[in-house]
């Protein structure tokens, strides 16, 4: 490959380099956001969704509460007629199937009248311990692994008016609260309402028989990349959280305005990449668009370089043409230097001085390093000569190795001293050391008419001159 082509080829590698990274670079941003967006957008519908149908809990939370509180004011089995109308009142006026009040050994009865005993129920155990203090919350009504629970209890713990303790609890039918929340308009992985405590109160694995949500806590099975203590925290101060889980993808917590509940969803990320793929399908249309543009707008960079490059050959090749200038120096060649010499002296007071200058050695350089080497060094002391004087002056190459240069103008022999002096001292600075070997520039010098009386005579006498210099020594000017 050329230099001259690098010259265009590194900057349009460097440019797609860029160009890669930071596209590479805007995906990453373009696609998390995205994500949030969509996350955001799920959220919304999500506790659009919680609080058109958190009213069933909300409002049965609500009346157990009620209903425990005013019960506190009787006693348990000596005002059962007031007590059974509270229970028949919250079957009434709640979706709560059946109400029961019960003492602290789980012996009791319901609205109707009938007696219950419920102490040898896996759950109640868990209700002395959490609600024997009092409070309202949620427990389901079996807590054993893979089961399905088609309702849950509402207990409320209640200090009777004799100071014993005793708990109030309602049945309230779920299944039907899942067909409501769950709707086909996202793809969510897992989603389900889950209570404070990991129990989960429906989910949406009846579109995936393998979710994991129908373990009996959701704790048990929460992906490692997220705090269960985060859910905890958002559902007890009833507030959204959003955000990624390392290792898994998203999380939405969406909690209930009823006792320590939330719709929670789980989104893979892989769920997430598909959700999002017509932003990133117009993200990669503007990516390829970019670097279409791109690639045509170096195409036509290009193209107008060949161009210009060709013109410029074109021109040179005119330029050479019309003053017959040598192709490997760019100097006038010995024809034309000689046709313009022959014009300048034909005029009236047509004097000057004329030198032929010859490179040592350099047949011997191209045959020990070749053509390319010898052509370099040609090049570079026709440079170096033809900077040394003026637009004026004719400058050529004479031979493969000789040079001509011809001064116009020069009368005096001031100007004849002045000139030799430079061409001398332009000699010595020509010299150079190659290979261990010095490589000098000899000169012959003739003046015109002096040495002859046309130029073909002149020139001939700048030859016998340079013969001379070579015998006396390297980097010689005679005359």
Not at 32 to 49: C, F, M, Q, V
Not at 73 to 95: C, G, H, P, V, W
Not at 103 to 117: I, L, P
Not at 318 to 328: C, P, Q, S
């Amino acid at each position: 490959m050329k230099r001259s082509h690098l010259r265009w080829l590194i900057p349009i590698v460097l440019y797609f380099i860029a160009v890669t990274v930071i596209l590479t670079f805007y995906r990453g941003i373009i696609y998390s956001r995205a994500a949030t967006s969509k996350l955001t957008d799920i959220a919304l519908a999500i506790g659009e969704e919680v609080r058109n149908r958190d009213i069933i809990i909300s409002d049965a939370t609500s009346a157990i509460t009620v209903s425990g509180r005013a019960m506190e004011l009787y006693t348990m089995n000596y005002n059962d007629a007031q007590i059974r109308s509270f229970l028949k009142a919250l079957i009434d006026e709640t979706e709560f199937r059946d109400a029961v009040v019960c003492d602290e050994e789980g012996n009791g009865y319901n609205y109707a009248g009938k007696a219950v005993s419920i102490g040898d129920k896996e759950f109640f155990p868990y209700i002395t311990s959490e609600y024997s203090r009092g409070g309202t919350g949620i427990v389901l009504p079996d807590r054993s692994d893979n089961s399905r629970n088609t309702e849950c209890l509402l207990i409320s713990g209640i200090r009777f008016a004799n100071r014993d303790r005793g708990y109030l609890i309602g049945y309230l039918p779920i299944e039907d609260l899942a067909d409501q929340l769950f709707r086909d308009r996202y793809i969510i992985d897992v989603l389900g309402i889950v209570t404070i405590n990991g129990d989960i109160l429906s989910d949406n694995s009846k579109s995936d028989p393998n979710d994991f949500s129908k373990s009996v806590s959701f704790w048990e099975q929460l992906p490692p990349g997220i705090s269960r203590d985060t859910i905890r925290l958002s559902i007890s101060q009833k507030n959204v959280y959003l955000g990624p889980i390392n290792g898994y993808g998203y999380i939405i917590v969406s909690p209930m305005s009823s006792a320590g509940t939330a719709g929670i969803a789980l989104i893979k990320e892989e769920t997430m990449r598909f959700m999002t793929r017509d932003t990133m399908d117009s993200y990669r249309k503007g990516a390829f668009k970019l670097i279409l543009a791109s690639g045509l707008l170096i195409g036509l960079i290009l193209l107008s370089y060949f161009l210009s490059d060709l013109l410029e050959k074109r021109a040179k090749e005119k330029i050479y043409e019309a003053h017959e200038r040598d192709e490997l120096t760019g100097l006038m060649t010995r024809e034309s230097a000689m046709g313009e010499i022959k014009s300048y002296t034909e005029t009236v007071d047509g004097r000057g001085l004329l030198f032929l200058l010859e490179i040592n050695d350099v047949q011997a350089a191209r045959e020990k390093k070749g053509d390319t080497f010898a052509d370099e060094k040609l090049k570079e002391f026709a440079s170096s000569l033809y900077g040394r004087f003026r637009s004026t002056d004719i400058v050529a190459r004479f031979e493969d190795d000789k040079f001509m240069v011809f001064l116009k103008d020069i009368h005096d022999q001031k100007d004849v001293r002045k000139q030799t002096d430079e061409m001398q001292l332009f000699l010595h600075d020509t010299r150079f050391i190659d290979a261990d070997k010095e490589i000098t520039v000899n000169a012959g010098a003739a003046m015109y008419p002096d040495n002859g009386r046309n130029i073909i005579d002149v020139v001939t006498a700048a030859e016998r001159a340079l013969k001379r210099s070579k015998v006396v020594g390297k980097g010689i000017l005679s005359f």
